[in-house]
């Protein structure tokens, strides 16, 4: 005798596993990014401040860097190491967990500086204040350390998995770099 319940059965069975799936791949990737916050922070605060802030960047940016890193476009040891231990489609899905992240609040030094003059061609892609945006990051608050190695990187080729970046950086004066890098972490 057939059971004409059982195509049933396994249909609900299915719905069931697929509308679980999402949370357990949610919670599967919060458990491979917990090693993440030994250098950027349980509170996305990074330990040093050579180390960028992730939570709260753009998607997009995270999404790149990561697949950047994984494939070696993007050289940094300890990021390469970490991003093997990720397969190609949880690089999405981590990019988002930190995005969903709020940014973290920083007190902004009293008296800003003006805007440097080289500042407006940043501003193109980093958009209004430095927020980010498509395609470029969130800079705006940043540390000052990070943002003038990430700038310096880029200005001497150390760096060149974003060729305007390259291009952008390498007329810069070293001076022009740190006043650019101190104006941006400071909004």
Not at 97 to 124: D, E, T
Not at 159 to 183: C, F, G, H, Q, W
Request: charged share 15%; glycine share 8%.
């Amino acid at each position: 005798m057939i059971n004409h319940h059982l195509p049933t059965i396994f249909g609900t069975l299915i719905i069931s596993a697929a509308l679980a799936a999402p949370a357990s791949a949610a919670e599967g990737i919060d458990a491979k990014l917990q090693t993440c916050s030994s250098c950027h922070g349980d509170n996305g605060v990074p330990i040093d401040a050579t180390i960028p802030i992730i939570w709260g960047q753009t998607e997009a940016f995270l999404v790149k860097q990561l697949h950047d890193y994984k494939s070696g476009d993007r050289d940094n040891q300890v990021m390469a190491t970490m991003t093997k231990g990720l397969a190609q489609m949880d690089l999405r899905p981590a990019a988002a967990y930190f995005a969903s992240k709020g940014w973290p609040a920083r007190s902004a030094p009293a008296g800003a500086a003006p805007p440097p003059n080289a500042i407006a061609i940043c501003q193109v892609c980093h958009q209004q204040n430095f927020v980010g945006g498509l395609p470029a990051p969130r800079l705006a608050g940043q540390s000052y350390e990070y943002v003038v190695e990430a700038m310096r990187s880029f200005a001497e080729g150390d760096r060149t998995n974003n060729a305007d970046m390259v291009k952008l950086m390498e007329p810069l004066s070293a001076a022009e770099r740190e006043v650019i890098a101190r104006y941006i972490s400071g909004l």
